[in-house]
C-alpha cells in the first residue's frame, strides 16, 4: 500500500512515527494536540492483548488514563466484536460530534508548529499582555520584531503560552489573546 500524506505535516504530542490511516484520523489528531487534557499520542498502536494484537487509530494518554482511539465515520465503521485490552478503554471518535471550527483553527495553527519563536519576541509579547490584559491578534503582530508574527503567535499558543478561544469563531484580528495562566 502506497503511503498518503495528510496534512498538516507536524505534530506536538505524537511519540513513534507519525502516520494516519485517512484524513479523519488526521484532522482527530489535530485536536489531540491542542487538547489541554491530553499528555501524548501514538498512531496505529500494536498492543498485545491475549495472543492476539490490537491495533487502532490511536493510543492516547490523558492524566484519567489510557484510551485505545478509533475515528470512524457513515462509511467507516467498527466490528462490533472490538476487544479491548485491560488497563485501557475504548472510544469510537465521530469527527461530527466536534466542532468544524475547533479543527478548523487547531489544523491552521499546526501548520505554524515547527517555527521558533525568538526569546525577545516572546518576552516582549509576554510583558504586554501582563501589561494590559488581553490583546487582539492585530495588536499582537505588531509586537514581533524578529519572527514571522503570525508564527510566532501560532507557536505561542500551541506552546501554552498564551491562549485564544479556538471554539467561538474562526482566529482573525479580533480574537482575543491572553496570557495562559495554570
Sequence with gaps: MAAKI????????????VAFAHQDARDYAC???????????????????RGNVCAADFL???????????VVSADRTLPLSTKVPSGYRHEA???SNFSSIRLRNAKDLLRYAGYNVTLSDRVRLLAALD?????????????????????????????????????????GPETQVRRKRD
Excluded at 6 to 17: D, E, V
Excluded at 31 to 49: N, R, S, T
Excluded at 145 to 153: E, F, N, V
Aim: aromatic residues 8%; charged residues 25%; contains cysteine.
Design 31 to 49: 485536536l489531540l494536540d491542542i487538547d489541554d487534557d491530553v499528555v501524548e499520542w501514538q498512531c496505529w498502536p500494536q498492543i498485545e492483548y
Design 60 to 70: 492516547v494518554s490523558r492524566a484519567s488514563g489510557q484510551f485505545i482511539v478509533d
Design 93 to 95: 471518535i465521530d469527527l
Design 6 to 17: 495528510f496534512y498538516p505535516l507536524h505534530t506536538l504530542k505524537c511519540i513513534g512515527s
Design 131 to 171: 501589561d494590559q490584559g488581553s490583546l487582539t491578534v492585530a495588536e499582537c503582530l505588531s509586537i514581533f520584531m524578529d519572527t514571522r508574527p503570525i508564527a510566532g503567535l501560532a507557536k505561542l499558543v500551541l506552546s501554552r503560552l498564551v491562549d485564544i478561544d479556538l471554539d467561538e469563531a474562526l482566529i
